[in-house]
């Protein structure tokens, strides 16, 4: 099964994603914020906060670029890694590279935990000003390149919340090769 096979592109609410692991596009404090950070958090409960406390305590915030992974709390997915997307800046600051970076540390620690199934929401798409079409390039891309080299994750489902980031997912996808 090539990498494309196991990518789905969804719309819905990624709180509600029944997988082994979502990804939260959290801020460099950990500690919450709108959007899908806020939902994820609203959602999971207070134990998401009470890990993500811990890591903030034991090695500071997450710079963008990075990842971290807590439990689940109440969510239906058991985990969440929590990476910290770039703000766009005119693109000259590295923000694609951090991008790709996102996607690529998610998917290196669901490999490091066992995680066969893993959803992404849109990160870096709202407040962060990220261009859609840019961040939906990279980020199917990255996850595709990732998928292809090798078969220790089974499904990777990209959760839109928006119709223009579906839309530009799912064009990616259609115009992926096989």
Known sequence: MTGKDRIQIVKGDIAKIAVDAIVNAA??????????????????????LEECRAIVARQGGCAPGEAVITGGGALPAKWVIHTVGPVWNGGHKGEREKLAACYRNSLRL???????SIAFPNISTGVYRFPKADAATIAYSTVLLFLDATDAIDEVQFVCFDDENYTLLLQQHDNAPS
């Not at 460099?28 to 409960?45: E, N, P, Q, W």
């Open 27 to 48: 801020n460099t404090s950990l500690l919450g914020g709108g959007g899908v950070d806020g939902a994820i958090h609203r959602a999971g409960g207070p134990q998401i």
């Open 110 to 116: 669901a490999e490091q935990h066992g995680i066969r």
